[in-house]
């Protein structure tokens, strides 16, 4: 069917309206306090206690939030075929005996699959969902909503649509309209995780310096006991026993698939990452305003040398390897991020640090063996697959510097986050391994949507305007947008993606960094498709030659980037063999 050169094309914001209409995305708004004290039920006209006004003359809320129904987008995925099949092929996979993959791995979800998610089969589906309050890959998270930040009262209100909406699925379910036919989907949430400070909101606790999932916070530090106390009840979180802590019952308590303290998980970016190795870091360089017995303290001159160290390493680094930076801790510690950390302790710890440390204290003190056990039970605890072997380690290598800081180092730095160590076995036992159900994914959203919302006067209707703007795009791209296929690789060679490539023909000091497999046809110079040489070449983003790694020159302040892209041309003759 031809098209007509002189239709003009839709306005964007026509073509916004169009597009919301074919894909039905459609929010739900709800009045909220100006104060952000609550947010209100359909239809009412209920005042805050704020006595703030809460209507405009004409009658319209001063303020609204938008809420974009869990059950249309989770339909939408369900529609898709790839997507469908996917789900249903990671539902019916069975990891190892005794390896841990992902939350399906996790007792959690072997105690509930055979009442909340039996018999499953392609025309009747049972949907285990995560709510993050701070996913996975960008394209398997859905946001529903964003709750106003400065919000004084109860989260619960806001979060009361989707708690509904998931009461229903769980119950009833939906029906989805797919190609071969209506599939019958029931939806659990298994998992409702963030911050600490988010947590703390979700659970009703008075104070995260005192939170213990366990044990008993009885003041600003909680060191513990020896031994494990014994966990929280389920009744402690439903309002029952409202003590040590918890004011009232915790909300997500009416679900079904409600299991407990393990519900609110452990997040290893914010726990790992952003709290106890920023705080080993300052017991290490001693940044307190008095004087502590940390028993791991390096001099100033130490810590200076572990920064430059870092700094002038970076640069040879193939930074494939970590999600994180590199950088000067001793200088640029307030720059580092949670993925930082994370690096700090994988890499920099066992290292540059505990050279410092054996050289300070000697190889066989009771803090450089503690200092090491802390390393070897987080690294443990951050990798995809766990076996019990990794259990065992990770329980007893954390339980050594639990003794460590309990006994040696004064009380006031031990918080709250070392004591959560302790509980990373036990929820890696029922959850499965911690990165599999981490924010970082989430906390790429949250950057995403601080970029795009702008707006000062009416934020909140700019979220909205912005998450509607990004769910068309991810439905348009399922619907119209094929995804590259990767050509396997007949020749018994390195995978894709590897860190480096040594170039062949004898000469073992060329490397190619942070390469993959592309082709000829990939690139403008179409003079280059009619010459004799193979189209399936190499391309990667450095090039290490004899001691001198190669980037780009022509952005020299692009070039201190670790993913800078090396673009190389090279002179030949014109018509030669």
């Known amino acids: 069917m031809g098209v007509s050169e002189n239709v003009p094309l839709y306005s964007p914001a026509k073509s916004e309206a169009r597009l919301e209409c074919m894909f039905n995305v459609k929010e739900t708004k709800y009045r909220i306090c100006p104060k952000h004290c609550r947010l209100f039920p359909m239809n009412s006209t209920d005042p805050c206690k704020c006595n703030a006004s809460q209507f405009k003359q004409n009658g319209n809320p001063i303020e609204t939030m938008s809420y974009f129904p869990l059950s249309r987008q989770l339909a939408m995925f369900i529609a898709n075929t790839d997507i469908r099949e996917s789900i249903y092929e990671k539902i019916n996979y069975e990891a190892d005996p005794g390896m841990l993959t992902d939350i399906f791995d996790g007792s959690i979800y072997q105690k509930l699959k055979p009442t909340l998610f039996p018999n499953q089969s392609p025309t009747n589906i049972d949907l285990a969902v995560s709510l993050f309050v701070d996913g996975y890959k960008a394209q398997n998270m859905i946001q529903v909503a964003i709750i106003p930040a400065d919000h004084t009262g109860n989260i619960y209100s806001f979060l009361r649509p989707l708690i509904n909406e998931l009461c229903v699925l769980e119950d009833a379910g939906m029906i989805v309209d797919c190609a071969g036919g209506p599939i019958n989907v029931k939806v659990h949430c298994l998992l409702a995780s963030g911050d600490i400070i988010g947590v703390q909101e979700l659970i009703h606790h008075s104070g995260f310096r005192e939170i213990s999932p366990a044990g008993r916070g009885y003041g600003r530090y909680y060191t513990g006991t020896i031994e494990m106390s014994t966990p929280r009840t389920d009744e402690e979180f439903k309002g029952d026993e409202n003590e040590f802590g ?80 590199f950088r000067d801790v001793y200088k640029k510690a307030g720059l580092m991020r949670s993925v930082d950390w994370i690096v700090f302790l994988q890499a920099v710890v066992p290292t540059l640090v505990f050279e410092r440390l054996v050289e300070e204290y000697t190889s066989s003190a009771e803090q450089v063996d503690a200092i090491m056990s802390l390393v070897i039970g987080c690294t443990l605890a951050l990798q995809w697959n766990i076996d019990q072997d990794d259990l065992v380690k990770i329980n007893t290598n954390l339980h050594t510097w639990h003794l460590h800081m309990k006994n040696r180092v004064s009380t006031n730095m031990y918080n709250v986050n070392f004591h959560y160590l302790r509980h990373i076995h036990d929820i890696c036992l029922k959850l499965g391994p911690l990165r599999s159900y981490s924010t970082r994914s989430a906390e790429r959203a949250i950057g995403f949507f601080k970029k795009h919302i702008k707006q000062r006067v009416l934020p909140g209707s700019n979220a909205a305007n912005i998450i509607k703007r990004h769910l068309i795009t991810r439905a348009y791209h399922r619907m119209y947008v094929e995804e590259e296929a990767v050509e396997e690789v007949e020749e018994d060679e390195e995978e894709d993606g590897n860190d480096q490539y040594t170039i062949p023909d004898g000469n073992q000091e060329l490397e190619l960094w942070d390469w993959h497999h592309a082709t000829l046809d990939m690139y403008s110079n179409n003079r280059v498709l009619t010459s004799m040489l193979d189209t399936r070449i190499r391309v990667g983003k450095r090039l290490f030659k004899t001691d001198t790694v190669f980037r780009c020159k022509e952005y020299p302040g692009m070039a201190r980037k670790l993913d800078t892209l090396v673009k190389l041309r090279l002179p030949i003759r014109g018509r030669s063999n």
């Open 246 to 325: 918890i004011n009232k019952a915790t909300d997500f308590a009416q679900l079904k698939s409600f299991h407990g303290y393990s519900f609110f998980g452990l997040d290893e970016l914010h726990l790992i990452g952003a709290n106890v190795m920023k705080r080993i870091w300052q017991m290490v360089s001693g940044d307190f305003a008095t004087d502590v017995n940390t028993t791991i303290l390096l001099p100033k001159q130490a810590c200076s040398a572990i920064g430059s160290a870092i700094t002038e390493s970076s640069a040879t680094i193939p930074s494939a390897i970590f999600e994180g930076s």
